[in-house]
T-cell receptor
Framework: DAGVTQSPTHLIKTRGQQVTLRCSPK?????VSWYQQALGQGPQFIFQ???????QRGNFPDRFSGHQFPNYSSELNVNALLLGDSALYLC??????????FGPGTRLTVL | AQSVAQPEDQVKVAEGNPLTVKCTYS??????LFWYVQYPNRGLQFLLK??????LVKGSYGFEAEFNKSQTSFHLKKPSALVSDSALYFC????????????FGPGTRLSVLP
């Protein structure tokens, strides 16, 4: 059983560009959450998707948007990239009330 | 709003000694508490959780944690540390009465010395 997978592993972009990160949840999970982990910090909640809708959102600007597909996979889009968006982006999948399982992350570097 | 504090940035213990990584939390509803471990350049791995029931929770790799409601704490423990336990440890809380997002602490770097 594959766990949570994310692509790409690493990504380098320049300021002002747009980026799309992808996540496939663990088999049987229907909820996907996205987190941003800056260097030396704990993960910060971006938003969560369930039944193809954004259910909760953290304190992130509208430049951060997402989508969930009928197969429960998800995308995170970030527009107008800033240097401060450089971080490890983690995807986590879960069922309600249970622990979240994390993918290996996508390392985004904005130059 | 939920919050998590991990008062120690770093914990160092000798191999074979017991270890404790501290966590305190604040949540308005019922606390759902979790511990995760992160190795370099990797995602987070689940160790254990407290939802309800016994205050002492046993998890993966010999780790356990004790839920203390009066002190709003959920400290991670292991009776005998291994060098391979050296990693970054995160405590997380979720409000059981509302929502699903986890709030993570800042992390504690555990170093087990041979």
């Amino acid at each position: 059983d594959a766990g949570v997978t994310q692509s790409p592993t690493h990504l380098i972009k320049t300021r002002g560009q747009q980026v799309t990160l992808r996540c496939s949840p663990k088999s049987g999970h229907d909820t996907v959450s996205w987190y941003q982990q800056a260097l030396g910090q704990g993960p910060q909640f971006i938003f969560q998707y369930y039944e193809e809708e954004e259910r909760q959102r953290g304190n992130f600007p509208d430049r951060f948007s997402g989508h969930q597909f009928p197969n429960y996979s998800s995308e995170l889009n970030v527009n107008a990239l800033l240097l401060g968006d450089s971080a490890l982006y983690l995807c986590a999948s879960s069922l309600i009330l249970n622990e979240q399982f994390f993918g290996p992350g996508t390392r985004l570097t904005v130059l | 709003a939920q919050s998590v504090a991990q008062p120690e940035d770093q914990v160092k213990v000798a191999e074979g000694n017991p270890l404790t990584v501290k966590c305190t939390y604040s949540v308005s509803g019922n606390p759902y508490l979790f511990w995760y471990v992160q190795y370099p350049n990797r995602g987070l791995q689940f160790l254990l959780k407290y939802i309800t029931g016994d205050n002492l929770v046993k998890g993966s790799y010999g780790f356990e944690a004790e839920f203390n409601k009066s002190q709003t704490s959920f400290h991670l423990k292991k009776p005998s540390a291994l060098v391979s336990d050296s990693a970054l440890y995160f405590c997380a809380v979720r409000d059981g009465n509302y929502g699903q997002n986890f709030v993570f602490g800042p992390g504690t770097r555990l170093s087990v010395l041979p």
